[in-house]
Nanobody, 120 residues
Framework: QVHVVETGGGLVQPGGSLTLSCTAS????????MGWYRQAPGNERELVAI???????NYADSVKGRFTISRDLAKNTVSLRMNSLKSEDTALYYC??????????????WGQGTQVTVSS
């Protein structure tokens, strides 16, 4: 019933930029948070950036000053603008959202992931 879909991943050279986008759709009453996580081989999944409806925003230290998260509350979308990309940013990026369905149940949902590869 709930669909979370990411787009925008790909191959980019070091120093380049990419923009990831995510849309949550389906049986949604309201959304609390939307954010981005990533997982590189051998690493745990880590928070990249998150944004709540009340304005709270948090970034991982490794991406501060380079990445920007934004949301369109009306469209249930979240984007991640990634600048000055480094090889260390290479990972599978996941969209995450905490939302309430029409039956007033809260739950956390994940997208399928989109690959970002930073390489020359």
């Amino acid at each position: 019933q709930v669909h979370v879909v990411e787009t925008g991943g790909g191959l980019v050279q070091p120093g380049g930029s990419l923009t990831l986008s995510c849309t949550a759709s389906g049986s949604i009453n309201r959304i609390n948070t939307m954010g981005w996580y990533r997982q590189a081989p051998g690493n745990e999944r880590e928070l990249v950036a998150i944004k709540s409806n009340d304005g709270y925003t948090n970034y991982a230290d490794s991406v501060k000053g380079r990445f920007t998260i934004s949301r369109d509350l009306a469209k249930n979308t979240v984007s991640l603008r990634m600048n000055s990309l480094k090889s260390e940013d290479t990972a599978l990026y996941y969209c995450n959202t905490n939302l309430q369905t029409p039956n007033f149940q809260w739950g956390t949902y994940w997208g399928q992931g989109t690959q970002v590869t930073v390489s020359s």
